[in-house]
């Protein structure tokens, strides 16, 4: 079954294959030693392969490695052990859009915009439904599969290491009546759930605040532990939104964010609001 590399294996493999060259050794002479195709040393090192315990500590062996490496190497071998959040595309998925799956998937934390719509990782199932069924044009899948891609994102704010997220909702958002009273009030409550959780901040822009950043669509920043994988956006759209990674203007849009941060509600503040939303749609 083809496999698709990861960040953390990326991480694993970059190491070895820095090792390997440090140590004058070629694929064939590792591949030799193993007893395997040059091939699957390669996928090793390019992080769609993580090498089994006794084989990266004969691959260590061969290069060489001092022990300060091999720890290096250990730990970097138990984090991408880490089984990954298994992702469910819907059909015809923008390429964009699949690679900020991906990266959502994998990231550390996750800042969005939303001056629309509550942000997928926080859409009740009602809610998800309710908003595919007024955009069927842009999906090819059907409703329930586009429902089930939309909540399997989910995964991620639980979990032993989940995804620390930080939502900006525009007050729009809790007046745009999606489906009908009953779902919203829904999604009122369970965005006041979901923010009892450590990892989740969700902060509500108040029409009081005027214009702010980017008003015509929303966005989401990328954040990654590891200065090896720098931050990006992705920019939404009907038609699949763009992926940035240009340092200069990821920069802008964390600038941007944390601007609108600052004339949004607390957090306390948010929950109060989004309480007397709820109250009065029931």
Known sequence: MPTTPTRRKKRLGQLLARLRTEADQTLAHASDLLRVGESTVSRYETGHFRPGWATLQALLALY????DQRAEAAALW??????AVRLITPAGSPKPFRVFLRAEAEADSART???LLVPGLL????YVRAVNAKGQQFHTSSAERYVTARLSRQARLSGSAPLKLHALLDE?????TVGNDEIMAEQMRH?????EQDNITIQVVPFSAGSYGNMCGGFTLIGYHSSDDPPAVYVDSAAG???VENVEDV???SDMFEEIASSALSSEESAKSLSARARALE
């Open 64 to 67: 060489n490695a001092s022990d």
């Open 78 to 83: 138990e984090d991408a052990g880490d089984r």
């Open 113 to 115: 915009v939303d001056p």
């Open 123 to 126: 859409q009740t199932p009602a």
């Open 172 to 176: 729009a958002v809790l007046h745009r």
């Open 191 to 195: 965005l006041i759930t979901v923010m």
């Open 241 to 243: 939104g763009a992926w």
């Open 251 to 253: 920069k802008r849009f």
